[in-house]
T-cell receptor
């Protein structure tokens, strides 16, 4: 299995631009999670989906952030407009309904 | 408010010795605990876990101990190897296997040859 796939691996953008991060979970996994990692806050959950339905989005920092999961094999996290404080590493993870989550390699986002 | 705390940001150990990484939690509703290992430029990878109904789980060189009364868990690596050098995250779950994980901020382990 290819594991969780994230794209792009690196993204550099200017403040005010729209950013879209993509994730392909492991086939057969029914839960998908988006995390953000920063030095200050560590690894924090943004949102998670079960069977493509958003279950908890209380970690989404503000309305500039949105996430979708149109089908079982694809999810996006969008930031519009982006701000320098959004600079972080964003991870996607999936699980087949077990406690262990499988993480992708992450997208390093830099907003200048 | 941090519900999962790893109070040591870093730890340095000699190769062949024991590494002990510690984690404290505040929420008594947590029912499952996990340790993840992370290398630079990679995502965290699952290492070992323990259910709240147990106090010890062992997998090769890795053992996790859980002390529920103290709300404390630890990861022991014996013997430590240079390839174990990484950031280790403690995580706790509540809400069952469909729930989310709460992560500590991590401890960077350096194993010196």
């Amino acid at each position: 299995d290819a594991g969780v796939i994230q794209s792009p691996r690196h993204e550099v953008t200017e403040m005010g631009q729209e950013v879209t991060l993509r994730c392909k979970p492991i086939s057969g996994h029914n839960s998908l999670f988006w995390y953000r990692q920063t030095m200050m806050r560590g690894l924090e959950l943004l949102i998670y989906f079960n069977n493509n339905v958003p279950i908890d989005d209380s970690g989404m920092p503000e309305d500039r952030f949105s996430a979708k999961m149109p089908n079982a094999s694809f999810s996006t996290l969008k930031i519009q407009p982006s701000e320098p404080r959004d600079s972080a590493v964003y991870f996607c993870a999936s699980t087949p309904g077990r406690y262990e989550q499988y993480f992708g390699p992450g997208t390093r986002l830099t907003v200048t | 408010d941090q519900q999962v705390k790893q109070n040591s940001p870093s730890l340095s150990v000699q190769e062949g010795r024991i590494s002990i990484l510690n984690c404290d939690y505040t929420n008594s509703m947590f029912d499952y605990f996990l340790w993840y290992k992370k290398y630079p430029a990679e995502g965290p990878t699952f290492l070992i876990s323990i259910s709240s109904i147990k106090d010890k789980n062992e997998d090769g060189r890795f053992t996790v101990f859980l002390n529920k009364s103290a709300k404390h868990l630890s990861l022991h690596i014996v013997p430590s190897q240079p390839g174990d050098s990484a950031v280790y995250f403690c995580a706790a779950n509540y809400g069952g296997s469909q729930g989310n994980l709460i992560f500590g901020k991590g401890t960077k382990l350096s194993v010196k040859p």
